[in-house]
């Protein structure tokens, strides 16, 4: 009977590191579906944001500062308590939006939203750390003079 205890204790030791292993990818596979998820989310908030400044440029395209508040803040003015360098949404800095407009007065009137420099966080452990992203630029017609 000795020998049989014994083969039921190495197997359930077996089974517990098993476990261990099974768990730790499968913890690894779920954080790496929420970073991945995430930076989805960011990437279509930042997309969205853009579109919008760039609606509201071509709409009034003296007010290019409002666009890019916009893109900060999602609203034409500096929230009630933010100084006027403030971070926005995820973190963003007035310096990573450029707003231009070219070809004032032609045909080919065009406003141009440019996001550059955000960066993606991850906390899954093979791929952790942060990471600046690719630029997004929005191009749309002038509607307004």
Excluded: W
């Excluded at 070219?102 to 550059?116: F, H, K, M, W």
Aim: contains cysteine; aromatic residues 10%; hydrophobic residues 45%.
């Amino acid at each position: 009977m000795h020998v049989r205890e014994m083969r039921n204790s190495r197997r359930r030791g077996a089974t517990v590191v098993e476990a261990a292993l099974v768990f730790l990818m499968l913890m690894m596979v779920v954080l790496g579906c929420f970073d991945f998820g995430f930076v989805l989310f960011q990437y279509q908030t930042l997309v969205h944001r853009s579109s919008s400044a760039a609606r509201y440029a071509a709409i009034n395209p003296t007010d290019l500062t409002g666009a890019q508040n916009i893109v900060l803040y999602g609203q034409t003015t500096i929230p009630t308590g933010k100084s006027s360098g403030a971070a926005g949404i995820f973190g963003l800095v007035p310096s990573m939006v450029a707003i231009s407009r070219a070809n004032t007065g032609q045909p080919e009137d065009r406003i141009t939203v440019t996001l550059s420099g955000y960066r993606f966080i991850f906390v899954a452990p093979f791929i952790a750390g942060s990471f600046v992203a690719n630029p997004i630029n929005v191009s749309i017609p002038v509607e307004g003079s």
